[in-house]
């Protein structure tokens, strides 16, 4: 029977699985979250770990929304006014059914401004800090005052001001993760204008693909950003873009920003902007007060952008919802007070820069603001993974958080941290954090929790996340967020899944940090309905997050992966439409190759002893030649793997001009770790690619939807591709190898049995796809089936079993590539075989993956079992296989035993 994720039952053991990290009870009993409770609730007497008294506010809080966000508004002492109490609908909020789902009127009589939201306030004096900036170019922080924040805020006011700018209006940043960066973004949102950014590592289609859109007045620039010990100028980047006057016309002015906020911005008279440059100080008006124009709660305040998925990236419209969840998130969830600073690792392009803004500053606390490598230390020019953790320390951080990644890379090298003695929280986002991040934590700072979160830049916030009552368990979120009708919903969104089981996460009702438009909608939202709401899940009637998660039986959840086709490598979320942006001029150009499909694989990434999930980018080419396309198919059809590898295999020179031009016009990340030839990519019948069908196989789950796609008959190619996937991946050592050994010989060929498996293919696929494939292509088919089975019916070849491996086996007695490898390392192991091959070059190793038997070896030589390399690296490690099936005659002698693998 099917439950909710966050059950309101009474008692409900915490599980078997001891924490990692247990609040002090003290610690729970003075949490903001507890005093906020007991004016809400009511909830006195010690909250221990005792789920029940969390459940019970979260209850309230969704069945009772607004009079929820109202409590928090007032709690954290907000400035601005939400209108009278009285007006206040009651009971659950319900997603719009007309117009864009979630443009709810929460407040109908509200008067606030963003702006004034983070700065204003009885908690924030003049001599308070409010930000911390930290650069590689410089040694020392530059600190900002809340009263210097005010006092520069109210400068750039006066400027954009005077350039037109007010509400309705759009300003941009193409900016640093700087205190400059926070004024601009302030300054614009006082006035009532929406703000935007762009991390200025992005490349040129990056840039313009999001600031097209946003058609900004005016363009905030850095006038450089710096990236493990290399400063570059972003103003002559920019002023190189192809086309930025085009896809800027509606930008009156470009202002200058210093880099780190220190000292003056440079500014280089040759280097010419379509549109006016000003350097900031000479922009606005000095001594002009900071003042706010306030307005409803659906004026928009961010324009945010999504991963880019299909097609250009999506412009998410949000409003001072945002700024309200931030302070709820801040104070609540993370327990963040007046005075503390807190420390997130982000870039400007990134939602976690406007969270960590805003839940900071609306907490009457400071933001510290690292731009740079987080594993780069600055003063010794060198890698360092702890540099960031040094931030921490100097800055007296009482919250840092990063990616799970990097978390993951701290732990693997069993980092030491400094004495972090105001440290009490450690957050972790963007990808699922791996279970060794919170046992190395526990190790280093046993009075710290790791909590990781779960959202996005959809709703600026999170919708799992930390809580200053709860256990901490490895690898799970903790709790849904208050305000959340957050529900883990089965693949039809019909009913919650039990703990234990994996489903979709939802939110059944609004929230007032949802979007309230995208940039360029029809008036009925239909682009914001396509991305949240599936009429084929739960009626169209909850928000589809698109991660793919599972409720355990302490109450939290464990995040899988994504749903959806967004590409998450190293916690990183890409749009694959951005790859298919970079490589289209390449593909236009190829006489091999005709489209291309983008997917991702997951793995496990191993540092030292620690395993990390993550995925690998694929990128699949579909090749132009019918007779390739028909190669593919046969051998995935007659399941012979070496033949499909091989044909499988792109081209290097073309793979590099794919990879190279993908890291230009997009970032390392978007880099394809493997480039793969296929015959076709999956489309829907109205011409558009399948890319979750594809994503789906290499995640070893089944595809579902085989009856939307017109060339269904693909899926199998991808099916039988997917096992042998990882073999694609580059090889350096075997081309080392060829280099030094020289080429091996060509198996031979049976040219016969080659016909034969190409025929057996084509009538299986005759059989499959018989009145969907088109005629002329049916036509080929069968004359290939006649060609090799005369007389034959289409149905009996497709059933007769496949013919022997078109290619001949290659004995090791022959010159083959790894006979001659093998002769060389026996003739220099002085009889000890396994020792040799363990010292050997990493990079010839890998060629010896299932290569080596005892029937392999030169005469005189012998060996009790076999010893391959482990399937999941160190390359290093090597482990006997006979002891592996329980066949080994050496037992627990065996020096090359693995257990437990």
């Known amino acids: 029977m099917a439950r909710r994720a966050l059950s309101r039952g009474a008692a409900r053991a915490l599980g078997t699985k001891a924490p990692s990290f247990k609040p002090q009870l003290a610690d729970v009993n003075t949490s903001r979250l507890a005093a906020f409770s007991d004016k809400l609730i009511g909830c006195a007497g010690p909250r221990g770990y005792d789920r029940r008294h969390y459940e019970r506010l979260h209850a309230r809080s969704v069945s009772e929304p607004r009079q929820f966000w109202r409590a928090v508004f007032d709690a954290v002492r907000l400035p601005g006014s939400l209108g009278p109490r009285e007006r206040d609908a009651r009971g659950a909020v319900p997603w719009r059914d007309s117009g864009p789902p979630g443009a709810v009127d929460w407040f109908p009589d509200a008067a606030v401004n963003h702006a004034e939201l983070l700065l204003e306030g009885p908690h924030k004096p003049d001599e308070n800090l409010a930000l911390l900036s930290y650069t590689e170019r410089s040694a020392a922080p530059v600190e900002t005052t809340y009263g210097a924040l005010r006092e520069e805020v109210g400068r750039l006011r006066a400027g954009l001001a005077a350039d037109g700018v007010g509400p309705g209006d759009r300003v941009a940043g193409v900016v640093a993760n700087d205190a400059g960066a926070a004024a601009a973004m302030l300054a614009a949102t006082s006035l009532g204008a929406a703000w935007s950014s762009v991390s200025p590592d992005f490349g040129e289609r990056g840039c313009l693909d999001r600031l097209a859109q946003v058609e900004p007045k005016v363009l905030f620039v850095s006038d450089a950003y710096s990236y493990r010990g290399r400063e570059f100028d972003v103003v002559d980047k920019i002023s190189n873009f192809t086309g930025i006057g085009d896809a800027l016309k509606t930008t009156a002015r470009a202002v200058v920003l210093p880099y780190g906020f220190a000292g003056d911005a440079a500014m280089d008279s040759s280097v010419k902007l379509p549109f006016p440059a000003v350097a900031a100080r000479d922009y606005g008006a000095p001594g002009a007060p900071c003042l706010y124009d306030r307005g409803g709660f659906d004026r928009p305040a961010y324009v945010m952008f999504s991963s880019g998925t299909t097609g250009k990236p999506k412009c998410i419209v949000q409003g001072p919802g945002v700024a309200l969840n931030h302070a709820k998130e801040g104070s609540l969830h993370w327990d963040l007070r007046e005075g503390e600073r807190s420390l997130w690792y982000t870039t400007t392009g990134w939602m976690m820069w ?206 899988h992966g994504r749903s959806d086709a967004t590409l998450n490598p190293g916690g990183v979320r890409i749009g694959t439409a951005e790859i298919y942006n970079a490589i289209e001029p390449l593909l236009d150009a190829s006489p091999d190759f005709s489209d291309a499909l983008v997917s991702a694989q997951p793995f496990v990434a191993r540092d030292g002893d620690t395993e990390i999930d993550d995925v690998r980018v694929v990128l699949f080419v579909q090749v132009a030649d019918a007779a390739a396309r028909d190669a593919l198919t046969a051998a995935a059809a007659a399941g012979d793997a070496d033949a499909l590898v091989e044909l499988c295999r792109c081209d290097d020179a073309f793979a590099k001009a794919l990879k190279t031009t993908i890291r230009e016009r997009g970032s390392p990340r978007h880099v394809p770790a493997i480039v793969c030839r296929v015959p076709d990519v999956p489309r ?146 002085n009889g000890d075989l396994a020792a040799r091959i363990l010292a050997f070059e990493k990079e010839w190793r890998r060629c010896f993956v299932d290569s080596l038997r005892p029937s392999h070896l030169p005469e005189g030589w012998t060996v009790d079992h076999t010893i391959v390399p482990r399937a999941r690296p160190p390359p290093s490690t090597l482990v006997c296989r006979a002891h592996l099936k329980g066949k080994c005659t050496w037992g627990r002698a065996c020096k090359y035993r693995h257990d437990g693998v």
């Open 684 to 829: 829907t019948n109205n011409g558009k690619k399948v890319e979750m069908a594809c994503m789906n196989l290499l995640r070893g789950r089944p595809v579902a939807n085989r009856g939307s796609i017109a060339n269904a008959g693909v899926v199998d190619f991808y099916e039988a591709l997917a096992p042998h996937l990882e073999k694609l991946l580059p090889q350096g050592g075997r081309r080392s190898l060829e280099a030094a050994l020289g080429p091996a010989p060509a198996p031979a060929v049976d040219q016969e049995a080659a016909s034969r498996l190409r025929a057996l293919g084509a009538a299986k696929t005759l059989v499959r796809d018989q009145g969907r494939i088109p005629a002329e292509r049916r036509e080929y088919l069968r004359a290939i089936v006649a060609s090799a089975y005369p007389g034959r019916a289409i149905e009996a070849v497709a059933a007769e079993r496949p013919p022997p491996k078109v290619r001949s086996k290659v004995s090791v007695d022959d010159d083959s590539l790894e006979a001659r490898c093998l002769r060389r390392i026996t003739s220099e192991a």
């Open 354 to 559: 406007n969270w960590l803004l805003g839940a900071a500053l609306t907490t009457g606390g400071a933001a510290v603001l690292y731009d740079g490598d987080a594993t780069f230390c600055p003063a010794r020019g060198k890698n360092t993974v702890g540099y960031l953790w040094d931030v921490a320390q100097s800055s007296d951080s009482v919250l840092l958080g990063g990616s799970a990644r990097y978390l993951g890379a701290c732990a693997a090298e069993n980092l030491t941290l400094p004495p972090l003695a105001a440290l009490k929280r450690v957050g972790s986002t963007g990808s699922p954090c791996p279970p060794s991040a919170y046992a190395w934590l526990a190790s280093q700072k046993p009075g710290v929790g790791l909590h990781s979160t779960s959202g996005g830049t959809d709703l600026n916030g999170s919708f799992h996340g930390g809580n200053p009552w709860l256990p901490v368990f490895e690898a799970e979120l903790q709790s849904a967020g208050l305000g959340l009708d957050v529900a883990v919903l089965d693949e039809a969104g019909d009913g919650e899944v039990a703990a234990g089981e994996q489903g979709e996460l939802a939110c059944r009702s609004a929230f007032p940090c949802a979007p309230l438009a995208f940039l360029g909608d029809d008036r009925e939202g239909s682009k914001y309905r396509a991305a949240y709401f599936d009429d084929a899940f739960g009626g169209g009637r909850a928000w589809q997050h698109g991660d793919w998660v599972e409720p355990t039986e302490n109450g939290g959840l464990i995040i």
